[in-house]
């Protein structure tokens, strides 16, 4: 199986090198600032401002010490010396005191950029993806990229800026701790790194094998994210039971998951014994530092107190040193996947439609729209789903588009609707072409009833009005005409109630009563254009009856684009084309088209034949 996109840079990391992600380092401070900072500025100067501040206060913490343990180490009586250390004693306790306050206050705003900067990148995101050209989404890579900035990107950002403020705390703890050492006496400086880096090593060492096993688990997870959600979601939940599939989809988790546990148990393995080796080379690395400084001492190149101070100091700069090495870590992951998330906004802001140069104020209506000579294909089409169309549309006419499956109706009516720009040809209203209006006040102009409609996990009003103003009446006027409102008049909170069982007190509505608020949500919109595409399919003979009756006397007055296979309903058109592999291939009404004896004549011959077939025959009746 395929690795999935948005895992792709487990990869990369588990080949990058320490040395590769030092290097890049800068670059990634600098941007996860420069997003922390727009999040919030005053939370982003508290989160460097007190850590730098905690930084010096540690290291003048340690510098005191040295004075406490000169003065307890002095000769003379207890007493006396514990006096005189109570100077230097103060001074530790204020400056750790002040440090712990200030690494609490860094923290604070450490975590309160994360839903600063969560809140800005996800909006961000949302306001691209709902702007981007439609055909964007048809594009294999385009949905790659936008999926790998969505399900990882986005979370990375949050993550960018608190493990490079980690790399900060890190770096300031490990240079008061060095400075602190290099004060004391230059040659105890190297013993810090001595002790530090059998630590660093395990903990990269740790995490890379995690990312190794990640990287084999891919698959498997995917398989398992896959079934689960065949067993745990609503949708396929009836088939599920109906098939009895129970047995078939468990047995195939747990044998992914039984694979799953073994990678892990194999790592925590691993990693254990990655652990321990760093820790035995630690407890090397520390008992050299103890007899280098016993050797100091003996030399009599440091005081006793020193030493006591140079003690602590390293311990403070091994700790400091290990959460750096892992942040730095950490910080390249998260930045791998926010790059993702960057590069991801760069492509969509590419991708959305602008205003041409040569642009025109669109009208609020139109006499004539005309479809001239369009021709179009799918991204990534090898053949074209439009080829040469000519239809035109008069205000106040009733067009219908018919024709078989797959022959090019829904992918006219969404041209016409400005979803998708022809690859030739043109639409023009009035004689100007749309290419010259703002796109999304072209939209505002078309009500569309769409094929593949959405179910909105919304009220029954949401559902209609979609989240427009209501105009006095205009929501009941819609809903009669749609025949929603008995939908409406037989739900528990009438247009307040919630359609999705997924949440406490939701409803769910049969195939037509979703059908017919789709078609309300298509009448409520004050549109002089009115697209339905199949806006029947689920609904009985009376609603279905009622609306095309609706449709035949003009929709009120507006002009309507029908796209349907119920040819009895297209009888009264205006004018029908005929499509066939992306051609129009007759026109006319019904009668020329009857006439002409076409593939209009053939298919309506078929659908009326149904209905003046005898009675069925009675059980049991011997067929010839
Ligand atoms: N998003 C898409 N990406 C790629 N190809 C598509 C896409 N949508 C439709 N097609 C292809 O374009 C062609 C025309 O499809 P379209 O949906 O316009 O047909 P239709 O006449 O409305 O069919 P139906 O009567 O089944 O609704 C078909 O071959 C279909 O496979």
């Known amino acids: 199986m395929a690795q999935p996109k948005w895992n792709l840079h487990t990869a990369t990391l588990a080949e990058t090198s320490l040395r590769g992600q030092a290097r890049q380092l800068p670059a990634l401070i600098a941007q996860a600032t420069r997003l922390a900072w727009s999040a919030s500025r005053a939370d982003t100067a508290a989160a460097i401002g007190l850590n730098l501040a905690a930084g010096v206060f540690t290291a003048f913490g340690l510098l005191a010490t040295t004075g406490v343990l000169n003065a307890l180490f002095a000769a003379g009586p207890t007493p006396d010396r514990v006096r005189a250390a109570l100077p230097s004693l103060i001074l530790v306790g204020v400056a750790t005191t002040l440090q712990a306050a200030l690494r609490a206050g860094a923290g604070w705003a450490q975590s309160r950029l994360t839903p600063q ?299 016409i609707s400005g979803l998708y720009l022809p690859d030739a040809g043109e639409v023009r209203w009035d004689g100007v072409s749309v290419h010259r209006f703002d796109q999304e006040l072209l939209r505002e102009r078309i009500a569309v009833i769409a094929q593949n409609y959405t179910h909105w996990p919304m009220s029954a009003r949401h559902n209609i009005t979609m989240g427009r103003a209501e105009l006095d009446g205009e929501l009941a006027r819609a809903a009669r005409a749609a025949g929603a409102d008995q939908v409406v008049d037989e739900l528990p909170h009438g247009y307040e109630t919630l359609l999705d069982r997924r949440f406490e007190n939701g409803h769910e509505l049969s195939g037509g009563q979703w059908q017919r608020l789709a078609v309300a949500r298509g009448f409520y919109r004050d549109a002089p254009l009115l697209i339905c595409d199949e806006p029947t399919a689920a609904l009985d003979a009376r609603a279905e009856h009622a609306l095309f009756e609706r449709i035949r006397t003009h929709a009120d007055g507006r002009t309507v684009l029908l796209i349907t296979h119920r040819l009895a309903s297209v009888r009264h058109a205006d004018r029908i084309y005929v499509l066939d592999h992306g051609r129009v291939i007759e026109q006319g009404d019904h009668a020329a088209l009857m006439a002409q004896g076409g593939l209009y004549a053939e298919l309506y011959g078929l659908q009326a034949a149904a209905y003046r077939a005898g009675p069925e025959p009675a059980p049991g009746t011997p067929q010839r």
């Open 117 to 415: 900067v969560d809140r800005m990148v996800e909006i961000r995101l949302f306001e691209l993806t709902t702007r981007v050209e439609l055909a964007a989404l048809d594009d294999a890579d385009f949905h790659d990229a936008m999926e790998r900035a969505n399900l990882r990107g986005m979370r990375a950002a949050p993550a960018v800026v608190q493990t490079a403020v980690d790399v900060l705390t890190g770096a300031v703890g490990l240079v008061a701790a060095a400075g602190t050492l290099g004060v004391l006496h230059p040659v105890l400086l190297p013993l810090l790194l001595l002790t530090a880096l059998p630590d660093g090593w395990a903990s990269v060492r740790a995490a890379r094998l995690r990312y190794l096993m990640l990287l084999t688990l891919v698959s498997a997870e995917r398989r398992k994210w896959i079934l689960s959600d065949l067993m745990a979601n609503r949708d396929p939940a009836a088939e599920v039971r109906s098939f009895t599939m129970r047995g078939f989809l468990l047995r195939q988790y747990d044998r992914i998951a039984a694979y799953v546990r073994d990678a892990e148990l194999d790592l925590a393995r691993r990693q254990t014994l990655v652990r321990v080796s760093g820790d035995a080379l630690q407890g090397v690395a520390t008992a050299g530092v103890y007899v280098s400084l016993g050797l100091l001492l003996w030399l009599g190149k440091i005081p006793l107190a020193v030493a006591g101070t140079a003690v602590l100091a390293i311990r403070t700069g091994q700790t400091s040193l290990a959460n750096l090495v892992y942040a730095t870590n950490r910080v390249y992951e998260e930045g791998l996947y926010f790059r993702d998330y960057l590069d991801f906004c760069a492509e969509a802001e590419r991708r959305i439609p602008q205003v041409p140069a040569d642009g025109a104020e669109i009208p609020d209506g139109f006499d004539r729209i005309t479809v001239e000579s369009l021709t179009f294909a799918y991204p990534g089409a090898t053949d074209p789903s439009l080829r040469g169309v000519t239809i035109e549309l008069r205000r106040g006419e009733v067009v219908a588009l018919v024709g078989e499956n797959g022959s090019g109706k829904t992918t006219l009516a969404k041209i």
